[in-house]
């Protein structure tokens, strides 16, 4: 089964620069960490990149082999303050394959 490894790119809205960073650990500690722990094939990490970009603050680094739970996730990422205050918006998102073209050879294989 291949392995999908979703590349979010995000920016921090003035809502989550304004709370404190125990707020926000208690945030993600609490609502986030809620939302993930229902959904274990998805495992996710956090990059900042606020001192390397001008175009997005953070990067949400979500892989899975179930595209089912990985949209479960964003429905209950979006159901949260996460998106609805906003704390954070999307910029975009790269959805890739995981050495997919292996996976293509090996159907070449097979049809010969």
Known sequence: MAKYTVFMHLN???H???????QRNAFFGGEVA???ARYPLVRVRFYDVE???GRCSDIAVFETDSLRDYRFVIDALRD???Y???YFEVVDIFP???DGFEEYERQLGDSA
């Open 80 to 82: 949260s303050e996460v």
């Open 16 to 22: 989550w620069l304004s709370l404190s960073r125990e």
């Open 12 to 14: 921090a809205t003035r």
């Open 34 to 36: 809620g939302i993930l």
């Open 51 to 53: 001192a390397f970009s």
């Open 96 to 98: 890739a394959v995981e």
């Open 84 to 86: 609805t205050r906003p």
